[in-house]
């Protein structure tokens, strides 16, 4: 897709958000609970960032418990031990049935049990994904970003939260010091289905928008949640933040669900947002700091000047 005569690439990956994290700690937990971990086994030299204690204490206990915890997905042990996974951007998770072999090049770790054999798995050259082994629940407390869970929230504990500094929506919700779960995906998703721009201020926001973005973002969530482990009844096997039934994500030239307006999106660094102009931002279109620098007067203010 071109803009303005440049062409923007799509990321081949983006970070699973809480739907898909949720989802896979469902699989994971029904499949895990209860087996005992026989065996770990490292693959990348990389993918162990902390392992106090060692991580072959972890072998021979049961697992008790799957969690999530912000975007990182935790296996609880017996003992108080705890293994905590961050799937980064390109990281996923396979499982395999007892016999299995890892596939070769991107397989960062395996988990062995009787029934079966949990990969953790990266594409491309960047090792990013994390495996930590963690002994005392301070140390477990210690990945919490202190990001609400919003789908615990009432909308007033979520209104605090949202004010309690002054950033742009976008910026705001996809904090995890503030929010938990919530990337470059959802957040689209969120503020489309809450008709609000990404760039507002967050305490530039009424009461009466902030109770409809509350309302929108408990709602995307549990929808695309439901909607994922729908197509997921044995396991996720296909993650993504790229979905054709998105109303605005990865969408950029379609047409918006809503209005048939062609989505709109900003570039910075390498994160992006996805807009309808005309359901968003009252038919304005926000500056994309390259292209509006290089386009100058040229630049369209509008959907209908576009």
Same mark, same amino acid.
């Given at each position: 897709? #071109?803009?303005? *005569?440049?062409? @923007? %690439? =799509?990321?081949?990956?983006?970070? /699973?958000?809480?739907?898909?994290? $949720? &989802? ?6 029904? #499949?895990?609970? *209860?087996?005992? @971990? %026989? =065996?770990?086994?490292?693959?990348? /030299?990389?993918?162990?960032?902390? $392992? &106090? ?14 969690? =999530? ?238």
């Amino acid at each position: 897709m #071109r803009a303005g *005569g440049r062409r @923007l %690439r =799509r990321p081949p990956h983006a970070m /699973p958000e809480l739907p898909d994290v $949720a &989802v896979y700690v469902e699989r994971a937990g029904e #499949r895990l609970v *209860g087996q005992v @971990l %026989r =065996r770990v086994r490292l693959l990348s /030299p990389f993918v162990l960032r902390t $392992a &106090v204690p060692p991580i072959a204490e972890t072998e021979g206990r049961k697992v008790i418990g799957v969690e =999530r915890l912000g975007k990182r997905i935790v296996l609880a042990l017996e003992g108080e031990r705890w293994l905590v996974i961050h799937l980064m951007i390109a990281g996923r998770l396979r499982w395999l049935a007892p016999g299995g072999k890892p596939p070769g090049r991107i397989s960062l770790a395996a988990f062995e049990f009787d029934s079966g054999t949990l990969v953790l798995t990266e594409a491309g050259s960047k090792r990013r994904a994390a495996l930590h082994c963690v002994g005392t629940r301070e140390a477990l407390a210690a990945f919490d970003a202190g990001g609400i869970d919003v789908m615990a929230a009432d909308s007033a504990t979520f209104a605090e939260r949202l004010r309690l500094e002054n950033h742009t929506l976008k910026r705001a919700l996809t904090d995890p010091r503030l929010f938990s779960g919530i990337g470059n995906a959802y957040s689209d998703e969120i503020l489309h289905r809450a008709r609000l721009s990404p760039v507002t201020l967050t305490r530039a926001l009424p009461d009466a928008d902030i109770a409809r973005l509350h309302a929108a973002t408990r709602e995307v969530l549990a929808e695309w949640t439901a909607r994922l482990r729908a197509e997921s009844p044995a396991w996720p096997e296909k993650v993504t933040a790229f979905h054709p039934q998105m109303a605005v994500h990865g969408r950029f030239g379609q047409p918006c669900p809503v209005c048939g307006a062609p989505v709109q999106r900003i570039v910075h660094a390498d994160n992006e947002s996805n807009y309808c102009a005309r359901c968003q931002t009252g038919g304005k279109l926000l500056a994309d700091r390259a292209l509006s620098r290089l386009l100058k007067a040229s630049w369209p203010k509008s959907i209908d000047d576009l």
